[in-house]
């Protein structure tokens, strides 16, 4: 068969015309690692070989979340999808849910909340702070009648994680079921499933785990499979039970998988055990962290989170004064760094620097280097 290799040029012209290092909120630099094993050529989704990479898949996530009693399912999807069928499948019809909101995000579980015929009640803190403990304690003493709290874990709009450990336990004191938001999370900052008592944790590939999207992922409670079955019309796509039925009888899913990225996945997975496993791997994200912020800090800049609350994956920070709008972001695009745009609110205000992903030392250093040109010619450094 004759090759047609020469139409990859041309589409990289139109998607990547340039290189450019990435510093984004997701999709992210994905691993040199992940790129070539997404390379290999397709093969049937019901095969025995694809159910045993499925497999191997959801058990090694299963012990990178510490969520041995709960359920791992990976499904064609974006996080969005896990958020809506924690809805569907766990709330009553019109039943009430706490909705924790710091930022954009904890906006969107409210609107899927509200869209799936729920009643939400709004726990909601002023930009750059995070809910705390006696907060949410005393929003659920007052309204004891919800079913479950949310919790959007990294706010990504705003650069701020909650203390998940501590919310979580105010929640299931009151007997509340927990639904976690980690998409910009998970991989990153830490979370045990089963000790802290979590029901739905979700994510998705394109963030934190440095995969290509498509790709949703999941930690499930049998509390939750258990109140699905009580649950009408959980709809067909996320029907967590059918889902998990697949899971178990066949290691797969009702519908086609993504199967290039769970590949990925799985060479993420394994490089983590290789660089010493989980504490190693987030520790590699908190030093990574503390580097942009201290880089930053180091030029005169301010950051928008409240101290103590720092999210390991993405940095919010303060435009300096008369600066307004995106000009930052297009200046450093134009030297071939992709940093991302203020989001929501505040977009005016400020510019984000992800942490996600593939992302050197040395590639930390040379966006700081142009940052501060970029300051320098927009005369807010001398």
Not at 140 to 155: G, H, S
Not at 325 to 340: H, S
Request: hydrophobic share 40%; net charge neutral; proline share 6%.
């Amino acid at each position: 068969m004759m090759s047609y290799m020469g139409v990859v040029k041309e589409v990289e012209k139109i998607a990547w015309p340039k290189p450019m290092k990435l510093f984004t909120a997701g999709p992210v630099a994905c691993f040199p690692e992940v790129l070539e094993a997404m390379k290999i050529q397709m093969f049937s989704h019901r095969s025995k070989e694809y159910q045993e990479i499925h497999k191997d898949t959801t058990l090694r996530l299963a012990k990178f979340l510490e969520a041995e009693k709960s359920t791992v399912l990976l499904i064609p999807s974006s996080g969005t999808g896990f958020m809506e069928a924690s809805v569907r499948n766990a709330v009553s019809p019109g039943g009430r849910v706490l909705v924790t909101v710091i930022g954009e995000f904890g906006n969107r579980y409210r609107e899927a909340v509200e869209r799936n015929g729920r009643k939400p009640i709004v726990l909601e803190k002023p930009l750059g702070k995070p809910v705390l403990a006696d907060e949410l304690d005393d929003a659920l003493k007052k309204n004891p009648d919800v079913e479950a709290v949310t919790i959007t874990y990294n706010e990504t709009s705003t650069g701020v994680l909650n203390p998940l450990k501590e919310l979580a336990k105010v929640a299931k004191e009151r007997g509340k079921m927990v639904f976690v938001d980690a998409v910009s999370a998970m991989g990153a900052a830490d979370i045990k499933v089963d000790a802290w008592g979590i029901d739905l944790v979700f994510s998705s590939s394109q963030k934190a785990f440095g995969v290509p999207p498509g790709l949703a992922m999941a930690a499930v409670s049998e509390a939750v499979f258990e109140r699905a079955k009580s649950i009408p019309e959980r709809g067909l796509y996320f029907d967590l039970l059918e889902i998990k039925d697949v899971l178990v009888k066949q290691w797969s899913t009702p519908t086609t998988p993504p199967m290039p990225q769970i590949i990925g996945l799985n060479v993420v997975l394994r490089i983590i055990e290789r660089m010493g496993g989980k504490e190693a791997w987030l520790e590699m994200y908190a030093e990574r962290a503390e580097k942009i912020r201290r880089g930053a800090l180091n030029l005169g800049l301010r950051l928008f989170a409240e101290p103590g609350y720092y999210s390991p994956t993405i940095t919010v920070i303060y435009n300096p004064p008369g600066i307004k709008g995106p000009i930052i972001y297009e200046e450093l695009r134009k030297r071939g760094f992709e940093i991302a745009k203020g989001y929501g609110k505040v977009k005016d205000e400020t510019f984000r620097i992800g942490h996600m992903g593939y992302i050197t030392d040395e590639d930390i250093d040379l966006l700081f280097k142009n940052l501060e040109e970029v300051l320098k010619s927009l005369g807010v450094v001398k």
